[in-house]
Structure formats: C-alpha cells, structure tokens
C-alpha cells in the first residue's frame, strides 16, 4: 500500500484570479489516477480521475473539442 501524498499543482495559464482547478499527477503510476480539487478550497472534496480518462479529457481539451465556455 503506498501512503504517498498529493503533490497539488495548477496550470502556469491559471491567472484568472483564483477560479481554479488543481491536479495532482505524482499517482499517475502509483495508483493509476490524477486527483483533481478546487484551488480555492483545498481542505473540500477530491475527484479521483482514472489516468486514460484524464488524459482524454487532456487531448480533447487541446482540440478545442469542447468548445468555449
């Protein structure tokens, strides 16, 4: 069992005053997943994304797949 911890990281386009995600890819090999959180309330809930379904997201996200919002 790894007790590994969550090295959290935002995006260096995050500067839209705070309104932001943040992702933690250290457990991409550990535990096969990239948790994701709101930045503004770190201590809150935890969405555990599995690693292909995030790196979809990823791709898609770079196509311009989902277009504006």
């Not at 590994?4 to 550990?30: D, I, M």
């Not at 770190?42 to 898609?60: D, E, M, Q, R, Y």
């Amino acid at each position: 069992m790894t007790t590994e911890s969550p090295r959290w990281f935002k995006s260096s386009y995050s500067e839209n005053g705070g309104a932001c995600v943040e992702v933690a890819t250290n457990l991409t090999s550990s535990r096969g997943i990239v948790p994701v959180r709101d930045s503004t309330s770190p201590a809150g809930p935890v969405l555990n994304v599995a690693v292909g379904s995030f790196t979809s997201f990823v791709a898609g996200v770079r196509a311009d797949e989902f277009g504006a919002v």
